[in-house]
């Protein structure tokens, strides 16, 4: 198959557009237009349905697109490979993750890496948990780190682990120093908690609703450290992950402590590559590093 139809081809598929891919290439839409019809036609497929709002790959097309990926993928990681061999200490990782990794311990484990590396370049996503699993089997990006209550399919666990939720607190409230709060004394509590689509939240109120505790947060928002500001400022608590909680620079300000209960610790934390894709050897360095800064940041 020829690798510029099957470029065309990957660009509408991402895009849903001929029109979009068009402007992204800087190619024709004609040029692009014959190039998937002759991929069609070389594989006796449909590889789109046509819709009103736009080109959405067929079955065909989406076998063919999980296998160019791959193969596009594998081809930048040779050129890498080749590029070390001649001395060139260079390359780039992609890398996908929840605002909780993303906000100090990805950017903690990058500066590191970079102090023995220095030539390695990173770009960092923030998204929600299942959008970073999502970049990984696009192979949008090379790692992502992210939280979720079951395995995925179609990625390759780098490391996993429990990623239970503890409560942060100002550091002069009744629960510092604690050992543990139930979740009933945290409900009673003004809640600052992050948006639905987080596994913190679904976890808190999973286990609230398991013990028939109604939750109403003073705040919600999107921003994690919105959230933690509140909290320094003695407004309310939140909940945060323990690795998300060491790495956090608060000072003297917050104080986390455990949740009791028995279905508190039923998240995981991943670190997650494509299924079946060979990493730079710059990504799968930089995965082992971010690894060993999730497993020594306290997290159980």
């Given amino acids: 198959m020829n690798n510029t139809a099957l470029r065309y081809f990957l660009e509408v598929a991402r895009t849903g557009s001929i029109a979009e891919a068009s402007s992204r290439l800087n190619v024709a839409s004609s040029a692009i237009s014959r190039q998937i019809a002759g991929l069609e036609a070389e594989l006796g497929v449909e590889l789109f349905e046509r819709?009103?709002?736009?080109?959405?790959?067929?079955?065909?097309?989406?076998?063919?697109?999980?296998?160019?990926?791959?193969?596009?993928?594998?081809?930048?990681?040779?050129?890498?490979?080749?590029?070390?061999?001649?001395g060139l200490a260079t390359g780039a990782v992609r890398i996908g993750a929840t605002e909780g990794f993303g906000m100090m311990l990805v950017p903690a484990a990058i500066r590191s890496f970079r102090e023995r590396y220095p030539g390695i370049r990173f770009e960092l996503k923030i998204t929600a948990p299942a959008n970073v699993t999502r970049l990984?089997?696009?192979?949008?990006?090379d790692i992502g780190a992210t939280f979720t209550f079951a395995p995925?399919?179609?990625?390759?666990?780098?490391?996993?682990?429990?990623?239970?939720?503890?409560?942060?607190a100002p550091i002069d409230h009744p629960f510092a120093g604690r050992v543990a709060v139930s979740l009933s004394e945290l409900a009673a509590e003004p809640l600052a908690l992050?948006?639905?689509?987080?596994?913190?939240?679904?976890?808190?109120?999973?286990?609230?609703g398991l013990e028939g505790i109604a939750v109403q947060p003073i705040l919600e928002s999107n921003y994690i450290a919105g959230?933690?500001?509140?909290?320094?400022?003695?407004?309310?608590?939140?909940?945060?992950?323990?690795?998300?909680?060491?790495?956090?620079?608060t000072g003297n300000r917050v104080v986390s402590v455990p949740i009791s209960g028995p279905s508190i610790d039923q998240r995981h934390?991943?670190?997650?590559?494509?299924?079946?894709?060979?990493l730079p050897d710059a990504a799968e360095a930089f995965a082992a590093h971010l690894l060993a800064a999730v497993e020594s940041s306290g997290s159980p």
Avoid at 194 to 208: D, G, S, V
Wanted: proline residues 5%.
């Fill in 152 to 168: 995925e399919a179609d990625v390759r666990l780098i490391g996993s682990g429990r990623a239970p939720i503890l409560a942060v």
């Fill in 269 to 278: 934390y991943q670190v997650q590559a494509m299924l079946g894709r060979r």
């Fill in 227 to 249: 959230l933690w500001s509140f909290v320094e400022e003695g407004g309310g608590l939140t909940v945060a992950s323990a690795f998300t909680v060491h790495s956090r620079r």
């Fill in 51 to 86: 819709r009103p709002r736009g080109m959405v790959p067929s079955p065909a097309g989406e076998i063919l697109a999980r296998h160019a990926r791959r193969a596009f993928l594998e081809e930048e990681a040779i050129v890498t490979e080749l590029k070390l061999l001649q």
């Fill in 194 to 208: 992050p948006e639905k689509n987080t596994t913190a939240r679904q976890l808190f109120e999973i286990a609230c």
């Fill in 136 to 141: 990984v089997r696009d192979g949008d990006v």
